[in-house]
């Protein structure tokens, strides 16, 4: 019996040594995802305008246009999925903020929507990295430096 005993706390120990690293991971597999960040020396103003249309050249509709609240949200068209009635939408939640006369800080968060799995159903889920985010940041520069090129994504 003492063996029995020995042999579940061997196995007990075994099977928890390495619980203190898992919160981590998991936490970090589930919490939302940071908001990626980009300074620029314009004014609020500026930048604000400028923000709005770098979305617009990357086929974004601003849905939210918040000037005083520093908040724009924008979402792209539906695109098609692989599968028989998928589709996928990006979705952008932005934050300026910062003094009048600059600096401005914006924080970016992408979201992607997908929907035609059936055994899943639809889902959103907040992008980590994703090239839509440097492709924003370029074309917000473009824009406060009065660059006429769209942006490619």
């Not at 120990?13 to 300074?39: H, I, N, W, Y």
């Not at 930048?47 to 709005?52: G, I, R, V």
């Not at 999925?81 to 939408?89: F, V």
């Amino acid at each position: 019996m003492a063996k029995f005993w020995g042999m579940l706390v061997l196995v007990g120990s075994l099977g928890l040594a390495g619980c203190d690293s898992m919160p981590t991971r998991v936490s970090e597999r589930f919490a939302a995802p940071q908001p990626k960040l980009q300074v620029y020396q314009s004014s609020a103003n500026a930048t604000f305008a400028a923000t709005q249309t770098a979305l617009r050249r990357l086929d974004f509709t601003v849905t939210i246009s918040a000037l005083a609240q520093g908040k724009i949200e924008a979402r792209s068209r539906i695109i098609p999925g692989d599968s028989l009635g998928g589709a996928r939408q990006y979705t952008f939640s932005l934050q300026l903020s910062g003094a009048a006369e600059g600096p401005t800080e914006v924080a970016a968060v992408l979201k992607e929507g997908t929907e035609g799995d059936f055994r899943a159903g639809p889902t959103a889920a907040a992008r980590r990295e994703h090239g839509l985010y440097s492709a924003l940041f370029a074309g917000i520069e473009a824009a406060l430096k009065g660059g006429g090129a769209p942006v490619e994504r």
